[in-house]
């Protein structure tokens, strides 16, 4: 079993939709939760950092980290098509020195 | 921010690669990853002020190095097929990947024949 599962997609929406993007994981240790975005052929990009369990809006995106499920999502409101892209989750925890990813999930916003 | 080079790389079975990194000014740490086509990045390993901080689960044939002035490189003996893949680079002002943000580069797409 791997520590962070991620449905690879690919999600297919239209525009103006709602995404929703999650992440379960099985390490009860990880503290910090991330959202990467990555375009084909280039590297990830921070969306979102959060800490421990709780909400996080930015703009058009709010992370929610549910510890107790061990459960972490990513919502995109208003989706455009400019938001198609492969969303990565990642986590770690104080002390470690790497991130833990999920493997992608493959989101398609069609106009 | 983060450069890395050469963007694309094809090599055969056997031969040595050696892939560099430019972290962003005044960064500390960098760290290596490999992300296979359809995967998430896999920690290779992580190096704060020119140490070896740090090694995810890869052959010693993977080796790396960092040097002063925010230029690190990966590299890989020995070239198997299944090291194909997406080598990223990211930097982070502090050591250790959890309380600091890590900024990634875009990536050397390795091609072993």
């Known amino acids: 079993q791997k520590e962070v599962e991620q449905d690879p997609g690919p999600l297919s929406v239209p525009e103006g939709a709602i995404v929703s993007l999650n992440c379960t994981y099985s390490?009860?240790?990880?503290?910090?939760f991330m959202w990467y975005r990555q375009y084909s052929r280039k590297g990830p990009e921070l969306l979102m950092y959060?800490?421990?369990?709780g909400n996080k809006e930015d703009g058009r995106f709010t992370a929610q980290v549910d510890k107790s499920s061990k459960y972490i999502s990513l919502f995109i409101r208003d989706s455009q098509p400019s938001d198609s892209a492969t969303y990565l989750c990642?986590?770690?925890?104080?002390?470690?020195?790497?991130?833990?990813f999920g493997t992608g999930t493959r989101l398609l916003v069609s106009p | 921010g983060v450069t890395q080079s050469p963007t694309h790389l094809i090599k055969t079975r056997g031969q040595q690669v050696t892939l560099r990194c430019s972290s962003q000014?005044?960064?500390?740490?960098v760290s290596w990853y490999q992300q296979a086509l359809g995967q998430g990045p896999q920690f290779i390993f992580q190096?704060?002020?020119?140490?070896?901080?740090g090694r995810g689960n890869f052959p010693p044939r993977f080796s790396g190095l960092q040097f002063p002035n925010d230029s690190s490189e990966l590299n890989v003996n020995a070239l198997e097929l299944d090291d194909s893949a997406l080598y990223l680079c990211?930097?982070?002002?502090?050591?250790?990947?959890?309380?600091?943000?890590?900024?990634f580069g875009p990536g050397t797409r390795l091609t072993v024949l």
């Open positions: 990211a930097s982070s002002l502090e050591k250790g990947g959890g309380t600091d943000t890590q900024y």
């Open positions: 390490n009860s240790a990880f503290q910090y």
């Open positions: 959060t800490y421990s369990s």
């Open positions: 990642a986590m770690t925890r104080t002390g470690f020195q790497k991130l833990v």
């Open positions: 000014s005044g960064h500390n740490t």
């Open positions: 190096y704060y002020r020119e140490e070896e901080n």
